[in-house]
């Protein structure tokens, strides 16, 4: 089974610090892509940074980076210097290169941003 | 460039009621998939459509039908409404199947009494 689990539902960080979201994924598939997507409250799913199981290289994009552990499959986020806009819910998903090529996802993390 | 757009924004229905949601994907995209979002949950795969013909399909009740015009753009029909149905159903559009990202649209939100 395709399964994504993020063990937080919610987790708070001051404004400007550090903070890591968690997940695990299931996959018996040894080729998959990963991501994280920001939900804010307008609904509109956001990809905030992607990252291909065959690159052993961690993924960055700006503040936000993952660390990406194949053998354990562990896929976690961190967020620099967390600013107000970045409060949302955030999902971890997966998707295999086959078949139906659709996205597994996590049942999220609520993230607040305290100023 | 216009993303992807979905109509309509909200939706009430009465049980066993018949809804039809439609998806407009960005321009030249030719793929479309359908998710399921409840309440509380992450987004959960219905469909994926492309080059107007079903590629895939998760595990949903017949209820559950789609389809893709010549334009691209898609409809979800969902028949003999449920409570259970109430969620938020987001559809996401690619350049081509298995393309590296999926665009999303703001979704419609459903909600059955």
């Known amino acids: 089974a395709q399964t994504v689990t993020q063990s937080q539902p919610e987790m708070s960080v001051q404004e400007a610090e550090t903070v890591t979201l968690s997940c695990t994924y299931d996959t018996s598939e040894s080729d998959y892509y990963l991501f994280w997507y920001k939900q804010p409250p307008s609904r509109q799913m956001i990809l905030v940074i992607r990252?291909?199981?065959?690159?052993?290289q961690n993924a960055t994009e700006n503040r936000f980076s993952v660390n990406f552990q194949k053998a354990a499959k562990s896929f976690s986020l961190k967020i620099s210097d967390s600013q107000l806009g970045d409060a949302a819910m955030y999902f971890c998903?997966?998707?295999?290169?086959?078949?139906?090529?659709?996205?597994?996802f996590g049942t999220g993390t609520r993230l607040t941003v305290i100023p | 460039d216009a993303g992807v757009t979905q109509s309509p924004t909200h939706l009430i229905k009465t049980r066993g009621q018949h809804v039809t949601l439609r998806c407009s994907p960005i321009?030249?995209?030719?793929?479309v998939s359908w998710y399921q979002q409840v309440l509380g949950q992450g987004p959960q795969f219905i469909f994926q459509y492309y080059e107007k013909e079903e590629r895939g399909r998760g595990n949903f009740p017949d209820r559950f039908s789609a389809r893709q015009f010549p334009n691209y753009s898609s409809e979800l029909n969902v028949n003999a409404l449920l409570l259970g149905d109430s969620a938020l159903y987001l559809c996401?559009?690619?350049?081509?199947?298995?393309?590296?990202?999926?665009?999303f649209g703001p979704g419609t939100r459903l909600t059955v009494t």
């Open positions: 998903a997966y998707r295999i290169l086959t078949g139906a090529n659709n996205l597994f």
């Open positions: 996401a559009s690619s350049l081509i199947r298995s393309a590296y990202e999926q665009y």
């Open positions: 321009s030249g995209h030719k793929s």
């Open positions: 990252q291909e199981a065959y690159k052993q």
